[in-house]
């Protein structure tokens, strides 16, 4: 079946560094990659997302890159800073056969630790 | 304020005793859906609805039912806990549940112990 994998599950970086998470996907249809952060206790979060038809996007510190044809996505986060700390999850999303809409699939996250 | 809210934030029960967790949203949204958390397993799709009574299993169905009979509800039932259910619950809605991918607006979680 469909799968994501993400590298990696434990990510230590020094404050000001950056920090990049890997994610490779296996069906060719899916269309849409969007990045959670789930900080401790609360809710996975959207913090950015990118569609199949664009290969890089950026908001401020973040910045996400998708190649098609090698199936991978990366998140990059410069300057880290401590509130950066959390679980980040990678998803991609994929049209349903048969009874329409979409299905997402989730990475099993990566735990960042910013040292300050 | 625009939100998920999920019912309760934690419940401990015994097995066998049915329970259900509640979720509303207030965004008019057509999509829900369940999740469950696991260490090391991400999340995991338990059940969706595309609409008003439109549900469908996701990935890990076994053990529990859902039903959307109001376009802002879509409570998860847990007819029999078993241990093995005990787990962090997500619920999510969506705006559309078409075929191109839309961001997910979860609630603030349930954490389930069936002891």
């Known amino acids: 079946g469909e799968n994501v994998e993400q590298h990696p599950s434990t990510l230590s970086v020094q404050e000001g560094d950056s920090a990049v998470i890997k994610c490779t996907y296996s069906?060719?249809?899916?269309?849409?990659f969007p990045w959670y952060k789930q900080e401790l206790g609360k809710r996975p979060q959207l913090i950015i997302d990118?569609?199949?038809?664009?290969g890089e996007k950026k908001d401020q510190r973040i910045a996400v890159t998708l190649n098609k044809t090698a199936k991978h996505f990366s998140l990059h986060i410069t300057e880290t800073q401590p509130e950066d700390s959390a679980v980040y999850f990678c998803a991609a999303s994929s049209p349903r056969a048969g009874a329409g809409g979409f299905k997402t699939i989730f990475g099993a996250g990566t735990r960042l630790f910013v040292k300050a | 304020e625009a939100q998920v809210t999920q019912n309760p934030r934690y419940l401990i029960t015994v097995t066998g005793k049915k329970l259900t967790v509640t979720c509303s949203q207030n965004?008019?949204?057509?999509?829900m859906s369940w999740y469950r958390q696991d260490p090391g397993l991400g999340l995991r799709q338990i059940y969706y609805?595309?609409?008003?009574?439109?549900?469908d299993k996701g990935d890990v169905p076994e053990g529990y039912k859902v039903s959307r009979k109001e376009k802002r509800n879509f409570p998860l039932i847990l007819e029999s806990p078993s241990p093995n259910q005990t787990s962090l619950y997500f619920c999510a809605s969506s705006s559309t549940g078409g075929p191109l991918g839309s961001p997910l607006h979860f609630g603030n979680g349930t954490r389930l112990t069936v002891t």
């Open positions: 069906d060719s249809a899916s269309n849409y």
């Open positions: 965004m008019n949204h057509e999509y």
């Open positions: 990118i569609r199949s038809n664009v």
């Open positions: 609805s595309m609409n008003v009574e439109v549900t």
